[in-house]
């Protein structure tokens, strides 16, 4: 599995699971059979074009973020990661200890 489909993979399972859908949702949705979708979210086989426009529509996520190309943009972020974001700006005192907790180094 080369790294794109790794990134579409698992890209494909959080959102479709933060948007409380299940394989079969989204099967149905995308005219496929569940196993298709097993497929993309194991990195076996990647949708065709026109099908990964589909599900950036159903899912309501842009094609680059799906595909783990948008870079870092806070627009992304849930509400959770922006205040873990903002109290590590602000705590410079703990940083390096958040850094060495999280092995970046």
């Known amino acids: 599995m080369d790294f794109l489909s790794k990134v579409f ?9 933060q948007r409380g859908k299940k ?11 569940p196993s298709t979708v ?3 979210e194991s990195g076996t086989y990647s949708p065709k074009l026109s099908t990964l426009c589909k599900i950036s ?7 680059d973020v ?3 190309l948008d870079g870092v943009s806070s627009e992304n972020y849930t509400k959770e990661e922006k205040e873990l ?9 703990l940083q390096y200890a958040v ?3 999280l092995g970046i180094n």
Request: no cysteine.
């Open 99 to 101: 850094r060495v907790l």
């Open 23 to 33: 394989q079969k949702d989204l099967a149905v949705a995308m005219d496929v059979t």
């Open 57 to 63: 529509e159903y899912l309501e996520v842009p094609v």
């Open 9 to 17: 993979a698992e890209n494909l399972i959080l959102y479709r699971t």
């Open 85 to 93: 974001v903002e109290a590590y700006r602000e705590r410079t005192d």
């Open 38 to 40: 097993s497929s993309w």
């Open 66 to 68: 799906l595909l783990g």
